[in-house]
């Protein structure tokens, strides 16, 4: 077997069927996700150890080979003849090695094209605060990320610094200046990155990952002392998300996290990637806006009340998960099986539409 030329053919056949990711894992065919759904190529023949490996190995420089072969684990970027790039994932399972490719479009889109809140674009004209995108692996957080990037290099005469792991859109600069750093190349971790930016004369900072105590204590300072920072988190909704950064820290030190969190939160956008009526995805957004009401509640501990008032407060541009899931489906743009699928509270949904 030609591995490369299979390999290509394989790619090739993902970006013609506008697939978002590619698997590749030993006893299966090399498997595409396509509007949210898993599909065998069969016309492929079905991976082995030899076939996983050097399909692998194509993807990866020497050094990086060493490096996985050590670590059991990997991530990096992916440019596939400069058609196309892929955030990629190598691992071991089993004692085989597997792979998940996740594509990068190579143009990032607008607000408008992803069908996000115009609300965005007030975000990203923030002078300083903290903003984050949450939702669960697969939604589109990253992509929501960089249009926001791309806005502010539209919008804005500022110095921009990425921090990724690793680098997935590629962005040029305009009115902005914007560089790219990824960790484990271009830095040691999210952590260092964060606090060498107060030596690099940076305005903005996106973040693409909250992982750990350090990064987010970084971030949140970062934002106090006149930054606007933007970053993503593994969490459903508002109200959780900010229980799990609290959480994150040792008990002596939530009321101090808590209080600058309430001084520095400027909004919380949850998303969900709804498969649409006809075919392909659609955005479900929940947005909070951090309000005084919304601070009050972080200062007091308050996280169970942020649902009301994000209900509540809809004349100040907060929508809901369910209100967005509703009025999706009253266009006709989903169907209800699906919206109570990914509802937090199908119960509630399910009583809101009687109204």
């Known amino acids: 077997m030609n591995y490369q030329q299979e390999f290509e053919d394989i790619i090739q056949m993902m970006l013609k069927q506008n697939a978002s990711d590619l698997h590749i894992t030993v006893g299966r065919h090399p498997t595409i996700r396509v509007d949210g759904s898993l599909v065998e190529l069969t016309k492929k023949p079905v991976v082995d150890q030899d076939i996983a490996r050097e399909f692998i190995f194509l993807m990866l420089s020497k050094e990086q080979q060493e490096a996985f072969l050590r670590l059991k684990e990997f991530d990096l970027s992916y440019s596939f003849k400069g058609i196309a790039r892929f955030r990629v994932n190598i691992f071991v399972q089993r004692g085989y090695m597997g792979a998940a490719l996740r594509f990068i479009p190579t143009r990032i889109k607008t607000f408008e094209e992803l069908q996000l809140p115009e609300i965005l674009a007030d975000f990203c004209l923030k002078p300083q605060g903290f903003f984050l995108c949450v939702g ?5 957080k990253t992509t929501t990320l960089s249009a926001m990037v791309e806005y502010i290099n539209h919008s804005r005469h500022d110095h921009v610094i990425t921090i990724e792991d690793p680098i997935e859109y590629l962005f040029t600069s305009d009115r902005c200046i914007i560089d790219q750093r990824e960790v484990g190349t271009d830095t040691e971790s999210f952590e260092i990155a964060l606090r060498s930016m107060f030596r690099e004369d940076v305005d903005v900072a996106m973040v693409g990952e909250m992982r750990d105590k350090a990064t987010m204590a970084a971030a949140v300072t970062a934002a106090e002392t006149g930054h606007l920072i ?10 959780q998300t900010i229980d799990r950064i609290i959480d994150s820290f040792p008990a002596d030190q939530q009321n101090q996290i808590r209080s600058q969190l309430a001084n520095t939160l400027v909004g919380i956008l949850s998303q969900r ?7 392909g995805l659609v955005p479900a957004i929940e947005i909070m806006i951090a309000n005084s009401a919304i601070r009050n509640l972080i200062r007091e501990n308050r996280m169970h009340e942020i649902d009301l008032v994000i209900e509540t407060s809809s004349d100040e541009g907060m929508i809901s998960l369910n209100r967005a899931l509703i009025d999706l489906i009253r266009s006709g743009t989903i169907s209800l099986e699906s919206a ?7 119960g509630e949904l399910q009583l809101l539409l009687k109204r």
């Open 340 to 346: 109570i699928t990914y509802s937090l509270n199908p």
């Open 230 to 239: 933007l970053s993503s988190i593994h969490t459903n909704n508002a109200a």
């Open 136 to 140: 669960p692996t697969g939604h589109g």
């Open 273 to 279: 990637l709804i498969p649409r009526i006809g075919g």
